[in-house]
């Protein structure tokens, strides 16, 4: 599998549950259905799954190009600059602090909405820097990135972790 669910998670109304329901799109060989895609009038929103193994930074580059394509797959590249630095701060620290790896997911909604969620296997709460001096640090500032630059983001604790997500919308 190319890092694409077959059975796409949709959140529901709730914000708590998924529920699964199973891909709706055009049958396509095999390397010919670009990342994300969704077939034109599809229930399911239009998302993007990806499967990062533990300590894996080199994928974090990988995560940004395939965010890139889709979004622009999606007809929104607008939204890609911001996506891709949020969501590499998000994914680098799920690969730096834990030890089970990562799950990314991009869904855009039918208003143009982008959701981003990224799920470790730790339960730990992120925290920002306390210290007076982070603003010259060289690491830890990506939360605050993603409070600066996201229209909304939290942390949702999961029996097996947590995920860190954000929203951007259209401009």
């Given at each position: 599998?190319?890092?694409q669910s077959?059975?796409?998670?949709?959140?529901?109304?709730s914000?708590?549950?998924?529920?699964?329901g199973?891909?709706?799109?055009?049958?396509?060989?095999?390397?010919?259905?670009?990342?994300?895609?969704?077939?034109?009038?599809c229930?399911?929103?239009?998302?993007?799954?990806?499967?990062?193994?533990?300590?894996?930074?080199?994928?974090?580059?990988?995560?940004?190009?395939?965010?890139?394509?889709?979004?622009?797959?999606?007809?929104v590249?607008?939204?890609?600059?911001?996506a891709?630095?949020?969501?590499?701060?998000?994914?680098?620290?799920?690969?730096?602090?834990?030890?089970?790896?990562?799950?990314?997911?991009?869904?855009?909604?039918s208003?143009?909405?982008?959701?981003?969620e990224?799920?470790?296997?730790?339960?730990?709460?992120?925290?920002r820097r306390r210290?007076?001096?982070?603003?010259?640090?060289?690491?830890?500032?990506?939360?605050?990135l993603?409070?600066?630059?996201?229209?909304?983001?939290?942390?949702?604790l999961?029996g097996?972790?947590?995920?860190?997500?954000?929203e951007?919308?259209?401009?």
């Amino acid at each position: 599998m190319d890092g694409q669910s077959r059975f796409p998670r949709q959140r529901t109304s709730s914000g708590d549950a998924y529920r699964s329901g199973a891909a709706q799109g055009p049958a396509t060989g095999a390397g010919t259905a670009l990342p994300g895609a969704s077939a034109p009038g599809c229930a399911l929103h239009r998302r993007l799954h990806l499967a990062l193994d533990p300590a894996d930074l080199v994928a974090v580059g990988s995560v940004r190009h395939r965010l890139r394509t889709a979004l622009s797959h999606w007809g929104v590249p607008e939204l890609s600059d911001t996506a891709e630095l949020l969501s590499s701060e998000l994914v680098t620290n799920a690969l730096l602090h834990t030890t089970k790896g990562a799950v990314f997911d991009a869904v855009l909604d039918s208003e143009s909405r982008l959701r981003i969620e990224v799920q470790d296997g730790a339960s730990r709460l992120p925290g920002r820097r306390r210290d007076p001096d982070a603003e010259y640090a060289t690491s830890g500032r990506g939360l605050m990135l993603v409070e600066a630059l996201a229209d909304s983001w939290g942390v949702q604790l999961r029996g097996d972790g947590k995920v860190t997500w954000f929203e951007l919308a259209l401009p």
